[in-house]
T-cell receptor, first 110, second 117 residues
Framework: EDQVTQSPEALRLQEGESSSLNCSYT??????LFWYRQDPGKGPEFLFTLYSAGEEKEKERLKATLTKKESFLHITAPKPEDSATYLC???????????FGKGTSLLVTP | NAGVTQTPKFRVLKTGQSMTLLCAQDMNHEYMYWYRQDPGMGLRLIHY???????AKGEVPDGYNVSRLKKQNFLLGLESAAPSQTSVYFC????????????????FGPGTRLTVL
């Protein structure tokens, strides 16, 4: 059975304090690993897709990396507007659904 | 482009009542999905559709029905609402499910917050 575990559940950073969020997964044949951002009361917003181990993608202060067992979302010099819940999801080769983790709630204080 | 839209945004039902949630997308996507999100749990797939006129069950389909009569619309129905169906419902759509070009990315709507008393 596909499983996605995100850690930590919650993270509080000061503005400018870099850190990483972890997404550990088990899946029967990875089609893709997805990172989304979700603000309170809104739908998930797509950030990145990673398809194979060793792949990396960047967008502004965010960088996502992928190994065969986990993915990291690195946040460099975060700002208060980066505060949100970050969701990780995997899609198996033989499936349609995204299998989501429970998310990491990030709070960046000035 | 509006992307994925959902109506209504909020709804309160009494146990046993019925309702339909509407999802619309203007991106010409083939695939559409209904998820529910509950506190302490990840998003879970209820039903999905791989094209106009098709539907299939996801992880948690019991108590729900769906229809995809038009490519751009995906309806989620609750025939007899139960308190366990109190949740936030999200619709999503994607162009496909394969490829490394990003065509499998699922885009989400803003959600419908449903409370069943």
């Amino acid at each position: 059975e596909d499983q996605v575990t995100q850690s930590p559940e919650a993270l509080r950073l000061q503005e400018g304090e870099s850190s990483s969020l972890n997404c550990s997964y088990t899946v029967s044949g990875l089609r893709g690993l997805f990172w989304y951002r979700q603000d309170p009361g809104k739908g998930p917003e797509f950030l990145f897709t990673l398809y194979s181990a060793g792949e990396e993608k960047e967008k502004e202060r965010l960088k996502a990396t992928l190994t065969k067992k986990e993915s990291f979302l690195h946040i460099t010099a975060p700002k208060p507007e980066d505060s949100a819940t970050y969701l990780c999801a995997v899609q198996a080769r033989n499936g349609y659904a995204l299998n989501f983790g429970k998310g990491t709630s990030l709070l960046v204080t000035p | 482009n509006a992307g994925v839209t959902q109506t209504p945004k909020f709804r309160v039902l009494k146990t046993g009542q019925s309702m339909t949630l509407l999802c619309a997308q203007d991106m010409n996507h083939e695939y559409m999905y209904w998820y529910r999100q509950d506190p302490g749990m990840g998003l879970r797939l209820i039903h999905y559709s791989v094209g106009e006129g098709t539907t299939a069950k996801g992880e948690v389909p019991d108590g729900y029905n769906v229809s995809r009569l038009k490519k751009q619309n995906f309806l989620l129905g609750l025939e007899s609402a139960a308190p366990s169906q109190t949740s936030v419902y999200f619709c999503a759509s994607s162009y496909s499910t394969t490829g490394t070009s990003g065509s499998g990315v699922q885009f989400f709507g803003p959600g419908t917050r449903l409370t069943v008393l």
